[in-house]
């Protein structure tokens, strides 16, 4: 079973920037769709971010040219990084592996 890791979490300004990392334990990770989901207190989690194993990439209208999602299959490591952070960022960010996998989620909190 594949396990997930995430970290790159915290506090930050609004307009500033972070970058989250989720790494994979496993074999298989190259062949997954990954992707980052985030929830806010009171809010369903929602999708952020996904890439499939070619690279292919799917944005929240939300994250569109503010959030870059990218792998690396040889370390077995799926990017976010948010640029232009709003205080609407400020959520728990978790991995996601194939739909089914989940990590234990990082904090991000956007405040001045």
């Known amino acids: 079973q594949m396990q997930l890791v995430e970290s790159g979490g915290g506090l930050v300004q609004p307009g500033g920037s972070l970058r989250l990392s989720c790494t994979a334990s496993?074999?298989?990770?190259?062949?997954?769709?990954m992707g980052w989901y985030r929830q806010a207190p009171g809010k369903q989690r929602e999708l952020v971010a996904s890439i499939t194993a070619g690279g292919s990439t799917n944005y929240a209208d939300s994250a569109k040219g503010r959030f870059t999602i990218s792998r690396d299959n040889a370390k077995k490591t799926v990017l976010l990084q948010m640029n232009s952070l709003k205080p609407e960022d400020t959520a728990v960010y978790y991995c996601?592996?194939?739909?089914?996998?989940w990590g234990r989620g990082t904090q991000v909190t956007v405040s001045s």
């Open positions: 496993g074999s298989i990770f190259s062949i997954y769709v």
């Open positions: 996601n592996g194939n739909g089914h996998l």
